[in-house]
Each structure stands twice: as C-alpha cells, then as structure tokens.
C-alpha cells in the first residue's frame, strides 16, 4: 500500500467564505427580519397549501417527503447568511403530487397578509426550491415565515416567500408585490440582478 499523500484524502475544502459572497453583499451571522407588514399567525388547523387544484392540510403536508438542505441566502438590501439548514419539501415534489404543471411557465407564490412573488418554474424545479417548514433543526417561528416558506437560495430573498399558502400556475410571466415596485423580475444575486433593467 503506498502511503496516503496529505490533501488527497477527503473532499475538497468548501470555497473560503468570501467567494460564496455575490457582488455588492456582506456577511451577517444573525438572521434579519424583513417583512413588509406585520407578520401574520395562522393556526396550523386552519393552515392549508394549495398548488392550482390541490391542497394539503399540515398534517398532509409533514406527511409528504421532506429533504433537509444547507444553503446560502442573500438579501437585496445586501445582508448574505451563509449555511443556513432547513427542511421542507421540494417544489419538485410539490408540482408532482398536484398532477404536473400543464402549460403553465411561471407560478405567482402567494401568502397570508397578501404578499406575492413570481417566479419562472425554472427556478422552482430540478431541485432549486422547496416549501421550508423548519430552520436550524426547530419549527420555522413566525417572524422569519412559519407555519412555511418558500426557500429559493439561488436567487434573492425577497423571493423566498414567508407565510406561503399556495402556488398560482401561470401560463406566462406576472410582476408580484416587489416586482410591480421597480424590482428586477428574475433577481440573480450573482448578476446582481436588484432592480428592472440590472
Ligand atoms: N410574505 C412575505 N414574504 C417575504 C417578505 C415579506 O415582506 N412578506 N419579505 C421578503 C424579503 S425582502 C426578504 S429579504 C425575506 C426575509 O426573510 P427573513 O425575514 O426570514 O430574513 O423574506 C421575503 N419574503
Ligand atoms: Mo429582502
């Protein structure tokens, strides 16, 4: 057995923290609050998703494969938090069990308290997203989206849709609530994709 050379006996290191920084972010290790009106409590026997004709109660929800994933976030107002762990179900699963998207392009998330995002099924599927229902091993406290959010790390966090209850299927593109104010439709951290025309 020839010996085992020194940097060829595991994975290769993650990259150093400053490369998983897109342009123009910083590093924060607490977890902001970001929320555009006060954060809503739905009790969780009245709480229900719903993707075009489907819906799951909680108790159908927790029932469906879940996945634990560890992602970087970053915000447009320039906050990135690395290794975030949550756990929820994949869009993929989602979109699956609802019977498969027709023809639909995009799905406009919507939530208690009103607010919207957009987001092109492209962005949703292959296992980029999923319906997060914990954060750090601990049921997802409100403030940053429980009962359950949408979590798209690839892309900024505004569309990462806190207290989510139901996908709209759309045959072409919508602007939702901070897309109709100026902010890019697709929003690329690494494009620094912020605003309409970026
Ligand atoms: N329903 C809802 N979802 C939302 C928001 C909101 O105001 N309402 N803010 C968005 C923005 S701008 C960001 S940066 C993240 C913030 O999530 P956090 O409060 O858990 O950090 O939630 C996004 N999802
Ligand atoms: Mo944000």
Request: with cysteine.
């Amino acid at each position: 057995m020839p010996p085992i050379s020194r940097g060829f006996q595991g994975r290769r290191p993650p990259p150093a923290e400053s490369e998983r920084l897109p342009p123009g972010q910083y590093l924060v290790h607490d977890f902001p609050v970001l929320s555009a009106g006060p954060t809503p409590r739905t009790p969780l026997d009245r709480w229900s998703f719903t993707v075009g004709a489907t819906s799951w109660s909680w108790e159908a929800f927790q029932a469906l494969p879940s996945e634990t994933v560890t992602r970087d976030i970053h915000c447009v107002t320039k906050w990135s938090k690395l290794g975030t762990v949550w756990e929820g179900v994949a869009v993929d699963t989602l979109l699956e069990a609802a019977g498969g998207t027709g023809g639909a392009t995009h799905l406009m998330a919507h939530c208690d308290g009103g607010y919207t995002t957009n987001l092109a099924l492209d962005d949703v599927t292959g296992g980029k997203a999923w319906v997060a229902y914990a954060f750090d091993g601990a049921p997802l406290e409100p403030e940053h989206g429980g009962p359950a959010r949408l979590l798209v790390p690839h892309l900024y966090f505004w569309k990462s849709a806190k207290w989510l209850r139901s996908f709209e299927l759309l045959d072409g593109d919508q602007p939702g609530f901070w897309e109709a104010f100026g902010y890019h439709d697709r929003g690329d951290p690494w494009l620094e994709q912020r605003y309409q025309g970026d």
